[in-house]
């Protein structure tokens, strides 16, 4: 694959980064990702790898655009209150960069349709905000053999991870085993709230994972979560070593 005139024009900025160069925008081109969820982190998330040039994007979201989500969900605005949010990005991301082919889905994550989303795609960005759904998610991936790069967001506070076991890597039950029980900690956003500002800041930077994954930059995948602090302002990146006993991605397994 060669880059055309108007590739070498819109990319040029990361092209010329000697870590992307016209190779790895090519590596960007030719891959499909799945995004699951185009709430507060799904709104950078998708509009920084559309940016980029990700070739083929499928977005899965079944929720219809509030009011209440505008204060983060930078996607939308008020004209798009009421619609779905899966075609409503597409039409955003498409006036963006119409080169990127966008699949909208408004459909829900289950056990019924996650193997055939899965088996699409090359990476699977989880930008879930419910533990159910995440948990559905990454066994797919597990089964599939796909790496899973996931973010959570709640108050000031945020986490990221790269988990592909297929390469040696944890998988998202390593780090969490089990959903936990419903406390204060594990509460939707609407009963806890959430500063717009932090999930873009945890979005954008699980953005750039997904970027370095398929550049194959950096060391994520080899199990960490960065832990995001905007209270504090602080970020901490902690080791995260694959679990031999884990129920999904374990020796028994």
């Known amino acids: 694959m060669t880059l055309t005139r108007d590739q070498n024009l819109r990319y040029a900025r990361q092209v010329l980064l000697p870590e992307v160069g016209g190779a790895g925008q090519e590596k960007l081109l030719a ?11 799904g709104s950078p998330v998708l509009l920084y790898l559309v940016a980029a040039g990700v070739g083929q994007i499928t977005i899965a979201d079944d929720d219809t655009v509030a009011i209440s989500n505008l204060q ?13 949010k899966a ?9 963006l960069n119409p080169e990127v082919k966008i699949t909208a889905l408004q459909a829900r ?3 019924e349709n996650v193997a055939a989303l899965v088996a699409e795609a090359d990476v699977v960005v989880d930008c879930l905000d419910n533990f ?8 797919a991936c597990v089964a599939a ?3 899973m790069i996931s973010a959570a967001i709640q ?8 988990f592909d076991p297929a390469h040696g890597g944890p998988c998202y039950r390593c780090f969490n085993p089990a959903p936990p029980p419903r406390s204060a900690h594990a509460r939707p956003c609407e009963e806890t709230g959430i500063l717009g500002v932090v999930a873009g800041l945890v979005g954008t930077a699980q953005a750039l994972a997904v970027v370095k994954f398929i550049l194959g930059l950096g060391d994520d995948a080899d199990g960490f979560v960065t832990l995001f602090d905007g209270l504090a302002g602080t970020t ?3 080791r995260l070593a694959r679990d031999p006993a884990c129920p999904c991605c374990g020796a028994k397994n």
């Open 132 to 139: 159910g759904s995440r948990f559905t998610l990454s066994d």
């Open 155 to 162: 108050g000031f506070a945020g986490q990221l991870a790269v």
């Open 72 to 84: 983060r969900q930078i996607l939308y605005d008020t004209g798009t209150v009421g619609l779905p």
């Open 145 to 147: 053999g796909k790496p």
């Open 31 to 41: 891959t499909r990702a799945l995004v699951v969820g185009a709430g507060g982190l």
């Open 87 to 95: 075609s409503s990005a597409e039409a955003r991301l498409d006036a």
């Open 109 to 111: 994550v289950t056990s």
């Open 236 to 238: 901490r990146r902690v």
